[in-house]
């Protein structure tokens, strides 16, 4: 959303300027990071255009942030300055979404303003977590160690999402395949079977009487079928992946498939982890850390469970116990936790739960593969096993009569 903030700055001088946020929340945080007092703020309608859809807006991927940070820590060990820094990524990136934030964190730079404003300002090119750990690095003065761990986690979730997208993209190839086989089938081969039927004025089976009947609707229908297999799948995974309630409703269809929910469950744990581990190494308040990990998981269980563990937290309550309140944990991460809060090493705790639930998606994945495919091909047998037994079954009447 875009919207339009007056605030006064530290010299009781008004500001106004635009900015674009999830949330008036997040606006006034990050007016409240500037320094900034906010007197007014509004929500701003944008026009309407395709660019601005998230689904057709140009995203800096994931490469390239990656070499972004690594090229930064080593700038910043060799005694560049960001300054110049930004001027030899610019020689190197001239066109794309890379070549506008590196243009604006330039100018920013050239203003006096902090590095950080830049990421602040573009949330839907980096994450609030990847902002605040630059902001913390800022004012610590540790910006090179920060890149190198920015780089680092990265790389690891691109890794992460190359084994996910690896193991799923055969059992979908199959369903892909078997949907489109026996589509042809239906289309292109039974009506010639069929006719041939019709001809001999014979009984016909209620199987083949069926598939009869579902090849003379799709034959009729084709061009609008078509159009729906092809779009169907886009809009269901536009609504279950871009909208809150396509989203919600997804994560209770999940809930019913168990071996899919153990998956998910371990994925948002190492996520959950692995970023609070992060904040933590920072440096930033425990609050504010669980805050800023809840709005990543992407779950709307956990993210309520966090929200209410800040809430103890912010009573009194430990954190181990605080975590201890909500089922949705598992029991081992808790007693982890709380051992680390005892033992002062919450940070080195959490490194090793990360590391721990990275291992156990690899055996949930390879376990759901194992069971995916074979279901699969099930399927693919029952459906071609099907449409050859109705076409069997008539031929071998015709046959039978000579």
């Not at 010639?192 to 009869?212: C, H, R, V, W, Y």
Request: include cysteine; proline fraction near 3%.
């Amino acid at each position: 959303m875009l919207f339009h903030y007056k605030a006064f700055n530290q010299n009781n001088i008004l500001v106004e300027g635009e900015i674009e946020m999830n949330t008036k929340q997040e606006v006034l945080t990050f007016l409240y990071n500037q320094n900034l007092k906010p007197i007014n703020i509004k929500t701003l309608e944008k026009k309407f255009e395709l660019k601005n859809l998230e689904i057709f807006a140009k995203k800096i991927t994931l490469k390239d942030k990656v070499f972004l940070f690594k090229y930064l820590a080593l700038m910043l060990s060799v005694g560049t300055d960001l300054v110049a820094a930004m001027r030899i990524l610019l020689s190197d990136y001239t066109t794309g979404p890379i070549h506008e934030f590196l243009l604006e964190v330039k100018n920013n730079l050239e203003k006096g303003l902090p590095f950080s404003l830049a990421f602040e300002q573009n949330p839907t090119q980096f994450s609030l977590i990847t902002a605040n750990l630059i902001k913390a690095g800022e004012k610590s003065g540790n910006l090179q160690e920060v890149f190198e761990k920015l780089s680092y986690t990265l790389e690891k979730n691109s890794d992460l999402q190359t084994k996910v997208k690896s193991s799923l993209s055969y059992p979908i190839i199959l369903i892909v395949m078997c949907v489109v086989l026996v589509y042809a089938l239906l289309v292109f081969i039974f009506p010639q079977m069929g006719s041939i039927f019709k001809k001999n004025d014979m009984e016909i089976p209620a199987l083949t009487k069926f598939m009869m009947t579902l090849s003379d609707f799709l034959n009729a229908n084709m061009v609008v079928v078509t159009i729906l297999m092809i779009l169907v799948p886009i809009i269901l995974f536009i609504y279950f992946s871009k909208t809150s309630s396509g989203k919600k409703t997804l994560n209770t269809i999940v809930n019913f498939v168990k071996p899919i929910r153990i998956l998910l469950e371990k994925i948002i744990l190492q996520r959950l982890c692995s970023t609070l581990a992060s904040l933590i190494k920072s440096g930033m308040p425990i609050i504010t850390a669980l805050q800023i990990t809840s709005n990543t998981l992407g779950n709307i269980r956990y993210e309520e469970a966090m929200k209410r563990i800040v809430l103890k937290i912010t009573r009194g309550t430990s954190i181990g116990e605080s975590f201890r309140a909500e089922p949705v944990f598992p029991s081992s991460l808790v007693n982890l936790i709380s051992i680390g809060e005892k033992a002062g090493s919450t940070y080195n705790i959490l490194i090793t739960l990360a590391d721990f639930y990275e291992k156990e998606i690899d055996a949930s994945l390879k376990s759901l593969v194992s069971l995916i495919e074979p279901t699969i091909l099930i399927f693919m047998g029952v459906m071609v096993g099907g449409i050859a037994i109705s076409v069997v079954m008539p031929m071998y009447k015709i046959v039978g009569t000579f």
